[in-house]
């Protein structure tokens, strides 16, 4: 009997405490700190609840924003027991903080038009489209928007090689001869080079060419890519074959046009028909025509040191494999999401072996920094990050992938030297965020830069045109690149590259030399005499930096 009374008042004394706990608890209490496991704001609560996946800003920008995790009331249960609220995800702080620094510094860059996406593991965590796709149009940009990618393209390129190489139909250290006849299509200034260059030398640019050498060509002379690969044989190696790092579209493409051979194809096909399209990427093109009469496509500009945002065609074609490809960020997010799951599938299709994938990520080459950074096949490589810059006169891209994240973004953008210096600088901002560096500003800095190097180039003394500008019109030829054609239209000397169509304004500059300020090229007429000049010497902008044109029409 004392046992069942003893028992009685213990489950009493329970059920009161139990009561005072319950009346003691606020959920929605304004001073619960964070750390303490709850969320201190009823706002939040009240923005999460019955929210979609996504918050839609219908405004020129287009904004993305996950809170898949929020709280929302059971419907099963007309009074549901209040309890804490979920922990405050901080992807959501991240994406938030990431969202206002582009907003607030977007008018700055000067880009006419730009996309932005981030995707973790196969889930869209923002998407922003800003400005327009033509600056007389005024079109908004939107997520089906093409932007060219350039050199993101190499890592296409590489992937489709991969599956070659899967079906045993290439080899990484298969020797360029293999593909390319010597000495009628292919040879190289050094004869050790043109004997013994791989595909595997090609992709990790260790060809001994310097930098981008050769890029010209193609770019403003429009050559075809047999005609320009030819004119290498003429360039002289910077570094010795293997030796040293150097950064060549032009000989990277090789190893995309060897496997289109493999494939009895062309390049464009092949990457279509074998990447592209299973990968869901349908209105991605490697075709700049293709590109540039679709529906929905960026104007290309290029910004000019006198601040003339200016229509710019540059046809990269040529080098395909190496920078020829636009597509939308929309189609990017499917890119991310098959580089971020890192096992060659696709939608439940095995696109490339998973081996062979993480073989165009891995570093084989040390770049500047024999400390932390490779290149990799179409990636670089650094501190557990693979990425790529995409640039050009006209376009400027990026794409980034962290990998113990499982995180990726990318950002596409046409518009000019601030367009280069806004996309590093958000690069920049989205990573230190991810670290918890919330006050890092680097577009502060990035444009005082630009603002203080991108003006016009003005000589030390300015001495008038000594001639007519007769005197300067005719055509020039150089073994190494070819024919430029000189004349003139109300009185404005004219410069044609080679195959190009566009025409170019010269300007006068000082003396007998005139400045082409649309590629920032310097032409240097020389050996007058019976009323003209005989010779121009051409400052371009790849090396070889300076070309030797002499007269033909004598």
Known sequence: MDTKV????????VAVIVVIGV???????????????????????????????????????LSLIPFSGAYSPSSSSVNPSPGPEPSPDPMEHIISLFDQYINANYNQSLIPGMAVVIVQNDKILYMNCLGVKDLESKEPVDENTLFGICSITKQFAATNIAQLVDKGLMNWKDPITDYYSYPDEFQLYSDEATEQITIHDCLIHRSGLGPESGNDFPTYFNDSYDVALYKLRYLE????????YMYNSMVYALPGYCAARVANTEWKDLIKEDLLDPLGMTTATTSYYDFITSSNHVTPYKLLKNGTMKAYDIIPDPIGPSGSMAVSINEM??????????????????????????????????TSNKNTSMYGYGWAISNGTIFHDGDSDAFFSQITIYNSKDIGIV??????????GFKVSLNAKFRELLNGNENYDPWISKKSSIDATWKSDLPDTYVPNPQPLSAYTGEYSSNIFGLINI????????????????????????????????????????DFHDGSAHQVNVTFTFPPENGTFNRTDT
């Open 6 to 13: 003893s028992a009685g008042i213990l489950l009493s004394l």
């Open 23 to 61: 009346l003691g608890f606020n959920p929605f209490d304004s001073d619960t700190s964070l750390d303490n496991g709850m969320i201190g704001s009823v706002n939040q609560t009240e923005n999460n609840t019955n929210s979609p996946n996504y918050i839609f800003s219908p405004t020129t920008s």
């Open 237 to 244: 190696n910077t570094t010795q074959f293997r030796s040293t």
């Open 333 to 366: 997010v499917n890119w991310l999401k098959f580089q971020i799951a890192d096992t060659g599938e696709y939608n439940g299709v095995q696109i490339v072996s998973k081996e062979e994938l993480d073989g165009t990520r891995t570093g084989k080459i040390y």
């Open 411 to 420: 950002i596409l953008s046409n518009g000019g030297k601030y367009a280069e």
């Open 487 to 526: 004349t003139t239209d109300s009185n404005t000397l004219i410069c044609h590259y080679g195959n190009n169509g566009q025409a170019f304004d010269l300007k006068h500059w000082s003396n007998t030399t005139f400045e082409d300020p649309t590629n920032n090229h310097y032409f240097n007429f020389t």
